[in-house]
């Protein structure tokens, strides 16, 4: 059932990602490695994994969590990444790369929401029979 509301949420998700792995080229905290995009790879292949395990909803939920951790750890990085960028300017110009990863975190935890809401329709139907 690749129709449910919550692929959408994790499918806006893995969008965040791509759009940080895009933008967020230019992201040089560590040197040379390139920890931006091993992370965005990550969240994209731990979006699809989540949208193709459709039948195990605790799984789902899971790849959900670990997905909004690792999007929590981005958003920390990218901040103190704005935050010590060199040049004195208050408002840096290149601001966006932290919304992508709170509005991929927004979208996750609506989907656990939905996934939730699924599980105890389940499970109540279960109770029925």
Known sequence: MLQ?????????AILGAVFLFVTGQDFSLFG?????????VML????FISI??????K??????????????LLLGLLAYWLLTLPGGIDFPEK????????LAI???????VYIRK????????????
């Open 32 to 40: 040379p490695v390139p920890f931006i995009s091993v992370a965005c």
């Open 52 to 57: 193709l395990s459709y039948k195990d909803r």
């Open 106 to 112: 927004i979208c996750l935890l609506i989907a656990n």
């Open 95 to 102: 601001g966006i790369e932290p919304v992508f990863p709170l």
């Open 59 to 72: 799984r789902q939920i899971q790849l959900n969590n670990i997905s909004m951790i690792i999007n929590a």
């Open 4 to 12: 449910r509301i919550q692929t959408v949420w994790i499918f806006l």
């Open 44 to 47: 994209v292949l731990f979006g």
């Open 118 to 129: 699924d599980e105890r329709l389940v499970k109540s139907v279960d109770r029925l029979r």
